[in-house]
């Protein structure tokens, strides 16, 4: 190393400077420490480690200005974190580094806990860009828990469970057989529920699972049983109650450290928006689709089905029928025992419309008396008959109010397609007047 321009110092001049210096400082060679002053505690340790690691390469990379490195110790199960910004320098008239040892530890901890929260916030707003993308709700949970596994680092395994009164049924897993979907966990037999006395208010934190009376072998994915060594456990509040739980699981005892549980909670609170927003997100959804005095769908999503079907049909060559029915004497019904009997009559036509259909059949509430159907792999004679049939069943099921027997009855008119139109208006037109000729026919 080249000696010009390198500062000279003795012990002398350091010591007189001592005082002044806030920091830890450190002149050693190959050899070891020559001097030191203010030490923090972790002087020794950390040049120790640097003559250990790779001093002729550390010491060759410094030059007479300074430069700053980063060393991490651990001692006691403690984190600590150092900036050592070190130059070459003359001591005692030979070659040596000052090192000055500067306690980042507060500051590493301050950045380390940004970029997690910054990490887990990322995590949190792809489950809430997903609210309005996933309608199914298996999606939802399985994107909730692959992004909590994934902000908690040391975790394998990973669960949601929902309440169902008395217990707890799991609705999302990672890591675990796929058998765990029919297993049902007592509310009281939680860890959940033992750790917080039944008020499962708080995050629980299951250090060493081996030395409690939880321990015991799970079957995973790979079908193997292991035994899960740390957990940690939250429940899952909506409206005020308890709405399910979500559990991260480590093979690994004391896996999770106080960061973990912070992480828990900052993930539990996002979950719990997310759910809520997601449930709220659904009932606006179905509010769009269906009526809500019926279950069946409402008009404007009918019409939208409509044209997908027709465009579907057209281009396999399938056919269907559009059948239209109205509730007979509904103004009638209404007028002589109130709109809710009414509403009684146009719900137990449209459940008996509901429970006569197939999955893929599309039916609607299409009007205040009116619903509207497109069934597939039907056959016009055959729809008659069926509808017929089931004219006469509402007719001998009347409903019972007071002393009074309420008959139920509608009226019904078939079209086809292609063969009798392929617009929606074409089709609603042919059914609606067969609707009035059925009327006709049977004096209502």
């Known amino acids: 190393m080249i000696a010009d321009n390198k500062l000279h110092?003795?012990?002398?001049?350091?010591?007189?400077?001592?005082?002044?210096?806030?920091?830890?400082?450190?002149?050693?060679?190959?050899?070891?420490?020559l001097y030191y002053d203010n030490d923090c505690g972790f002087c020794e340790k950390i040049i120790d480690r640097i003559i250990s690691d790779d001093f002729d390469s550390f010491y060759a990379n410094q030059s007479t200005e300074f430069s700053n490195h980063e060393h991490q110790i651990i001692n006691n199960e403690e984190e600590k974190w150092f900036q050592l910004q070190s130059k070459c320098v003359i001591f005692e008239g030979s070659d040596a580094l000052l090192t000055y040892i500067l306690d980042i530890t507060d500051k590493k901890l301050a950045d380390l806990e940004i970029r997690r929260l910054s990490r887990i916030r990322s995590l949190m707003l792809e489950v809430t860009n997903s609210i309005m993308k996933n309608d199914e709700i298996d999606v939802f949970y399985s994107l909730i828990l692959k992004n909590a596994l994934a902000a908690i680092e040391k975790s394998n395994l990973g669960s949601i469970f929902i309440r169902r009164e008395k217990h707890f049924q799991c609705i999302s897993y990672i890591g675990f057989h796929e058998s765990v979907m029919d297993f049902q966990?007592?509310?009281?037999?939680?860890?959940?529920?033992?750790?917080?006395?039944?008020?499962?208010?708080?995050?629980?934190?299951?250090?060493?699972?081996?030395?409690?009376?939880?321990?015991?072998?799970?079957k995973i994915d790979t079908g193997e049983f292991v035994s899960i060594r740390s957990?940690?456990?939250?429940?899952?509040i909506v409206a005020g109650e308890v709405y399910g739980m979500i559990n991260i699981d480590s093979l690994q005892a004391n896996a999770f450290d106080d960061s973990d549980v912070k992480s828990m909670e900052f993930l539990r609170d996002n979950i719990e928006i997310a759910i809520t927003?997601?449930?709220l997100f659904q009932e606006k959804s179905s509010l769009a689709k269906y009526d809500r005095l019926t279950g069946l769908y409402n008009r404007h999503f009918f019409e939208d089905q409509y044209?997908?079907?027709?465009?579907?049909?057209?281009?396999y060559n399938e056919?269907?029928?559009?059948?239209?029915?109205?509730?007979?004497?509904?103004?009638?019904?209404?007028?002589?025992?109130?709109?809710?009997?009414g509403d009684q009559v146009i719900r137990k036509i449209a459940l008996e419309m509901q429970t006569s259909s197939r999955k893929s059949d599309v039916i609607a509430r299409f009007g205040g008396d009116e619903i509207i159907a497109i069934l597939f792999a039907s056959d016009a004679d055959?729809?008659?008959?069926?509808?017929?049939?089931?004219?006469?069943?509402?007719?001998?099921?009347?409903?019972?109010?007071?002393?009074?027997?309420?008959?139920?009855?509608f009226s019904f008119g078939i079209a086809s397609f292609p063969q009798e139109g392929q617009e929606f208006e074409e089709l609603l037109k042919i059914a609606d007047a067969r609707m009035y000729i059925n009327k006709a026919k049977r004096n209502v």
């Open 231 to 236: 957990s940690l456990s939250a429940p899952i």
């Open 307 to 315: 044209e997908f079907i027709k465009e579907k049909a057209q281009r």
């Open 9 to 33: 110092l003795t012990s002398e001049k350091l010591l007189s400077t001592r005082n002044i210096s806030p920091y830890c400082r450190v002149v050693f060679n190959n050899s070891g420490i």
């Open 382 to 409: 055959e729809l008659y008959k069926k509808f017929t049939n089931l004219q006469n069943k509402l007719l001998e099921n009347p409903i019972e109010f007071f002393d009074e027997r309420i008959h139920c009855s």
């Open 185 to 218: 966990l007592p509310v009281q037999h939680s860890f959940l529920y033992r750790a917080t006395d039944g008020a499962m208010d708080r995050i629980t934190h299951l250090k060493d699972i081996q030395s409690s009376d939880l321990n015991y072998p799970i």
């Open 277 to 279: 927003n997601h449930i």
């Open 319 to 341: 056919t269907f029928n559009l059948v239209m029915f109205d509730v007979d004497e509904l103004k009638k019904i209404n007028d002589l025992y109130g709109h809710f009997i």
